[in-house]
């Protein structure tokens, strides 16, 4: 490579959600999120929604960011960071969801959070709805299904981007928006009888998803208006997938599955539906609720960038039945690719590969906004955490993009999921550690929340230091 790896002014930095970091769930004026009465881990979107005194709800204290993000933000500009991703809790901002007016208290955190972020240096980048939908808005309206939340999001977006306006330029909408297919409940706040037909589940999924792009349209809209440096991106799951084997059946029924995905960045980045849409809807017998002036609105306000995930890779065979974690769909293991003992495969190639995909198809700029390893730390006699596994996953996935950025993929940063130990959304726990700082929490909730240092953190400085250049050093 003669050229750098990685270009002046690139992003570098970490990202986490609020449902599952700032805990404080019934603090300043908050209401419950979706997020607040799953126990068991947000994938499994199983919920009490009347919270249960008795159970445990990790997103109830969860790392307590909420009243340690200082000393938090303080190790991250150690480590350099450049950005630092995370999210607005909807209903810190509109507890119920559905106010006309917001909870100042609400508002004042979050300028705080953003204040000491630049103090550091640290440019925020801010979802507007990553798994937090209030929880009155699935109780009283059936989530968003329901064309009544594009004005109450479209209210709190407008709120939010002109409290901000002067403290955050890099904005999202909401998160992994594709996993509505998975992940009903965290993803658009969809609440289904377990004897729901599988076409009507389809059919309310797609009108929730509509419903999503235009709020999604008319955020960026009010971006455009209210913050004229800032940018609106779409979030997706993107995550690889490969056909099982070269059998013509399993090489179309993957693509047709990528589709599954690739749908909801088609719409939100080009602007409108596309062909094999009609396709889809018309075998599952799909009407969609379109409004006069939907379509325009979609066209005219599509995403200014693709935000992603990217974890993994899988593979796929004809006939399978289609199931989904938080790190991508759940097909049969690559023999050819190692895996960490939560059994998620560890692919850099493929990282470069579907950064290539994505560059192709759309022509636009990427941010790689969750990339990370989770791995059962333990800290040694000593204090120290020697987390080699997590040190060459970075390096090896950084290699990667870097080979992605000199094939002309348009790459505007990168941030690791998540810098410090949060719960993880795929089960609920503590011991599955993404971080590069260890928090001392376990998966019942005990511990002393004491921030410890990982060898990883030093590493992750290293990088930022050097722009990259680091990783490519022996």
Not at 19 to 32: L, R, S, T
Not at 205 to 212: D, E, L, R, T
Not at 291 to 316: E, K
Request: with cysteine; glycine share 10%.
């Amino acid at each position: 490579m003669n050229e750098p790896p990685f270009p002046d002014g690139f992003l570098w930095g970490g990202a986490i959600a609020a449902n599952q970091a700032e805990g404080a769930w019934d603090e300043g004026g908050k209401g419950v999120a979706v997020t607040d009465v799953m126990p068991s881990g947000i994938a499994h979107d199983i919920a009490d929604f009347t919270p249960d005194p008795g159970k445990y709800y990790p997103s109830h204290q969860a790392i307590d960011f909420y009243h340690r993000f200082r000393e938090d933000i303080a190790l991250f500009a150690e480590m350099g960071f450049k950005c630092f991703r995370t999210s607005i809790a909807w209903s810190r901002i509109f507890p119920r969801g559905d106010e006309e007016t917001p909870n100042e208290a609400g508002l004042a955190f979050y300028d705080e959070l953003f204040d000491t972020l630049h103090a550091h240096g640290i440019a925020p980048i801010v979802t507007l709805s990553h798994y937090e939908t209030p929880l009155h808005l699935v109780d009283a309206y059936g989530g968003w299904s329901n064309r009544a939340l594009i004005g109450f999001f479209e209210r709190y977006a407008r709120v939010v981007l002109a409290r901000y306006s002067a403290k955050v330029r890099w904005w999202m909408g909401f998160n992994e928006i594709n996993n509505i297919h998975n992940h009903p409940l965290s993803a658009a706040g969809l609440r289904f009888a377990a004897d729901t037909p599988p076409a009507a589940r389809v059919r309310r999924i797609y009108q929730a998803s509509h419903n999503m792009f235009v709020a999604s349209a008319l955020a960026a809209k009010a971006c455009r208006e209210m913050v004229p440096e800032g940018r609106m991106g779409a979030m997706l799951s993107l995550s690889g997938l490969y056909p099982n084997s070269c059998a013509p059946e399993d090489v179309f029924a993957t693509a047709q599955l990528r589709r599954r995905s690739l749908f909801f960045s088609d719409v939100l980045l080009r602007g409108a539906y596309p062909a094999y849409s009609k396709r889809i809807f018309n075998e599952f017998d799909v009407h969609l609720d379109i409004a006069p002036g939907d379509l325009d609105l979609i066209a005219r306000h599509p995403c200014d960038y693709l935000g992603f995930s990217y974890y993994r890779t899988t593979t796929f065979r004809a006939g399978m039945p289609i199931l989904g974690s938080t790190g991508g769909i759940l097909g049969i293991d690559n023999p050819n690719l190692p895996k960490t003992e939560w059994g998620w495969q560890i692919d850099p190639l493929g990282f470069r590969y579907v950064c290539n995909e994505l560059a192709d198809r759309y022509g636009k700029p990427l941010f790689v906004v969750e990339n990370g390893c989770g791995l059962n730390d333990e800290p040694a006699p000593d204090g120290s955490i020697d987390d080699r596994g997590r040190i060459a996953y970075l390096d090896q996935h950084l290699r990667a993009l870097a080979e992605a950025i000199a094939d002309g993929c348009d790459i505007l940063g990168y941030t690791w999921w998540g810098p410090i130990d949060i719960v993880s959304a795929g089960t609920g726990e503590m011991r599955k550690r993404y971080g590069f700082i260890y928090v001392d929490k376990d998966n019942a909730g005990h511990g002393t929340l004491e921030r410890r240092r990982k060898a990883s953190f030093f590493r992750y400085r290293d990088v930022i230091r050097s722009n990259g250049a680091a990783v490519f050093e022996e």
